[in-house]
Antibody, heavy 118, light 108 residues
């Protein structure tokens, strides 16, 4: 059974760079897209970016200028970097798997709360 | 971008009630519409994909329907475990993935 384990810094100051990682356990890494989604406190879900095992990427245009998603196939891991964070980037960040034949997110990480505060 | 609008925002219901949540798209879309259930402090859980296909392991009291710009999630007989927030999500090649704002189902 596939599991996603995510980690990264939980407290940042404004203008710093957010860095999160997500490792895939118990399943294939190829044949899927892997994605990051965030959820501000008491608010809805926002898709950030996705990547596949060969490095093909797609970004939410609203965040693209500040976001980089990358992949390490040998480690079955993908990562998110977001530069110049502000308080508006405070959210729970989730990694997830994209099922291409369903165009839906079927496996999710546990979530990482990232707080941006001076 | 395709914007998704859910209604109602909050729904109060009794155990055993039939519950329907609606998701409207800002433009006509294909049937790549999914529904998720989220409980406090947990990641969302996929319930329905391709508008009406039930994800493996999800109880059959959940069903989805719709096409074009209007989609619905129905819970045929609400159970105590179903009190949660529900989100719709669309996929389109012309738009980033987007979600509805959520519908909270509360105990009446």
């Amino acid at each position: 059974q596939v599991q996603l384990q995510q980690w990264g810094a939980g407290l940042l100051k404004p203008s710093e760079t957010l860095s999160l990682n997500c490792a895939v356990y118990g399943g294939s890494f190829s044949g899927y897209y892997w994605t990051w989604i965030r959820q501000p406190p008491e608010k809805g879900l926002e898709w950030i970016a996705e990547i596949n095992h060969s490095g093909s990427t797609n970004y939410n245009p609203s965040l693209k200028s500040r976001v980089t998603i990358s992949v390490d196939t040998s480690e079955k891991r993908f990562s998110l970097r977001m530069s110049s964070v502000t308080a508006a980037d405070t959210a729970v960040y989730y990694c997830a798997r994209v099922l291409l034949d369903r165009n839906a997110f079927d496996v999710w990480g546990q979530g990482t709360m990232v707080t941006v505060s001076s | 971008d395709i914007q998704m609008t859910q209604s109602p925002t909050t729904l109060s219901a009794f155990v055993g009630d039939r519950v329907t949540i609606t998701c409207r798209a800002s433009q006509s879309m294909s049937n790549w519409l999914a529904w998720y259930q989220q409980k406090p402090g947990k990641a969302p859980k996929l319930l329905i994909y391709k508008a009406s296909s039930l994800e493996s392991g999800v109880p059959s009291r959940f069903s989805g329907s719709g096409s074009g710009t209007e989609f619905t999630l129905t819970i045929s007989s609400l159970q105590p475990d179903d009190f949660a927030t529900y989100y719709c999500q669309q996929y389109s090649t012309d738009s980033p993935w987007t979600f509805g704002q959520g519908t909270k189902v509360e105990i009446k």
